[in-house]
């Protein structure tokens, strides 16, 4: 079974995702006695579900890895990232996963650990975990970018500061910078976050003009365009994310709002009606069709009846 793990892994490096998923799906379905091998397998597939944004797929299979050991807290982790990444649960639901693990392993750093507090947003009551993680790991981007974020609203030049030396370590590691995509992905988040947007459209479009293809770009590009109020070209961007990937929720997320944006209440009410009837349980698209409901009624005059009490 381990050639075929490799073979997996082989597959999934060269961007061969169903390839890969297929290898995984076989080994996962043979019903091997070797505990490790299935386990491996199963968090690889959902690698790959997660990396094409099929959070569901990646949530059930996440499921079955508790399932077999329920105990394992690096696995909730994982899986609440999953989660909160598919809309599942909240910000709050997913903080309490972070605090149960920092109260059962206070000193332990998984990568699972760095990916949920890194999906989440911003938040100055996170910036003693910042600092710890990022001592713990200085190279991980993402809980850097969380940190001069948080920085940029204080000491808009100790942000910058950050942020240079963050572009300066990253270069070095890697050749070619002005052709690596991992480097222009970070200066467009760091722009973005320093809320430099015009330096930020510069290196997620270099991205694109490199990789046409990358859907991370590409929506990235989209909310700095639609950030710019540049909704057309937002709302395009986005569409070509939706042809690459049909099930990006953050996408089809986006273009509810552009539609919402632009003065089409009653489209983007349909949009996101779509979305819960596609099996998105995010709580937010109720409260969001209520909100565009109650301008709709203020804008003709009528007070919306869950107000009159």
Known sequence: MAPELLLAE????QGNLEASARRYETLISSGSQDSDVTTTAIRGLAGIRLAQARYE???????????????????????????????KISDAEAEAVIDRFLQARPTETPQELY?????????????????ALIEADPSNVTVQ?????????????QARAQAN?????VRRATPNGNN????????GQLEQALGNLDRAEDAF??????????????????????????????????????????????AQRSLAELTAAQGNPLEAMERFEQLKVAGTTDPDL?????????????????QPPWERY
Not at 10 to 13: C, E, K, S, T, V
């Open 286 to 302: 109720t409260r969001r069709i209520q909100q565009l409901q109650e301008d709709m009624l203020k804008q003709r005059g009528f």
């Open 115 to 131: 990916t949920l507090v890194g999906l989440l947003p911003t938040n100055s009551r996170r910036e003693t975990l910042y600092n």
């Open 165 to 169: 030396r963050l572009i300066a370590r």
């Open 205 to 250: 479009q270099a991205i694109v003009n490199l990789e046409p293809d990358n859907t991370n770009a590409l929506s990235s590009l989209g909310g700095i365009r639609f950030q710019q109020r540049q909704f057309d070209s937002a709302a395009s961007l986005y569409s070509q994310v939706l042809e690459l990937n049909p099930d990006d929720l953050i």
């Open 180 to 187: 690596n995509v991992e480097l222009l992905f970070l200066k």
């Open 10 to 13: 082989i597959d999934r490096r």
């Open 57 to 87: 797929d990646a949530l059930t299979l996440y499921d079955q890895l508790i399932a077999r050991n329920p105990q394992d807290q690096q696995l909730q982790l994982g899986r609440a990232a999953v989660a909160y990444q598919g809309k």
């Open 145 to 157: 970018v969380r940190l001069i974020q948080l920085l940029a609203e204080r000491n808009p030049n």
